[in-house]
């Protein structure tokens, strides 16, 4: 069973170019989260998501970031025209969202940003 | 919203011993408190977590306590092998209907063997 899979592991972008980081959640997870790392600090919550829809989005960037969770395929997170400040590990978590483990967050080995 | 306060930033221990990372939060309605052990260049796993209508848990050499009143809870490992060296992150659930954790600042734990 196959836990949460994250792509790329390492991206590497210069300024003004696009990022897309996908995750792939675990068999039978309906719900998706994606948290960003900066070095030495905790995870912060940025985007909440079930299959095509945007349950809560109130820790994304209002410019540049967008998130989606489309029927078919893997959730996306998507960075527009990134800048040196978005340099960060960008974490992706599922959960089943029913039954008895419902709230559990499991995480994929994340995929790091570099911005030159 | 909801904030988590996580202490010590740093532990070491020698093997053998036990070591404890407190936390704190600030909203009373949180519910549920999972604890996370992060390795470099890896993600956070679950280790164990608890509900807010219990007040303490154990899984072998892990026990997690809720103090529901003061707004804290602890992670306890006993018996620490040079395998338990990792950050360590809490968080919180606020509510129900809200899914997102919000975490402490981390505890990197040193096992001196």
């Known amino acids: 069973n196959a836990g949460v899979m994250q792509n790329p592991r390492h991206l590497v972008r210069r300024r003004g170019q696009e990022a897309r980081l996908r995750c792939s959640p675990m068999?039978?997870?309906?719900?998706v989260y994606w948290y960003r790392q900066l070095p030495e600090e905790g995870l912060k919550f940025m985007v909440y998501?079930?299959?095509?829809?945007?349950?809560?989005e109130s820790g994304m960037p209002k410019e540049r970031f967008s998130a989606e969770f489309p029927k078919e395929g893997p959730s996306i997170l998507r960075i527009q025209q990134v800048v040196r400040g978005d340099s960060a590990a960008y974490f992706c978590?599922?959960?089943?969202?029913?039954?008895?483990?419902?709230?559990?967050?499991?995480f994929g080995d994340g995929t790091r940003l570099s911005i030159l | 919203g909801e904030n988590v306060e996580q202490h010590p930033s740093t532990l070491s221990v020698q093997e053998g011993d036990s070591a404890v990372i407190k936390c704190t939060y600030s909203?009373?309605?949180?519910?549920?408190f999972p604890w996370y052990k992060q390795e470099l260049g890896k993600g956070p796993q679950l280790i164990i977590d608890?509900?807010?209508?219990?007040g303490e848990k154990k899984d072998q050499r892990i026990a997690v306590t809720l103090n529901k009143t003061a707004k804290h809870f602890s992670l306890h490992i006993t018996e620490t092998q040079p395998e338990d060296s990792a950050v360590y992150f809490c968080?919180?659930?606020?509510?129900?209907?809200?899914?997102?954790?919000?975490f402490g600042t981390g505890t990197r734990l040193t096992i001196i063997p």
């Open positions: 068999k039978g997870h309906s719900h």
């Open positions: 968080a919180a659930i606020y509510g129900f209907g809200n899914e997102k954790l919000t």
């Open positions: 978590a599922s959960s089943p969202g029913t039954g008895g483990g419902r709230r559990t967050q499991h």
């Open positions: 998501l079930q299959k095509e829809n945007i349950i809560d």
């Open positions: 909203d009373s309605a949180s519910n549920y």
């Open positions: 608890i509900r807010s209508n219990v």
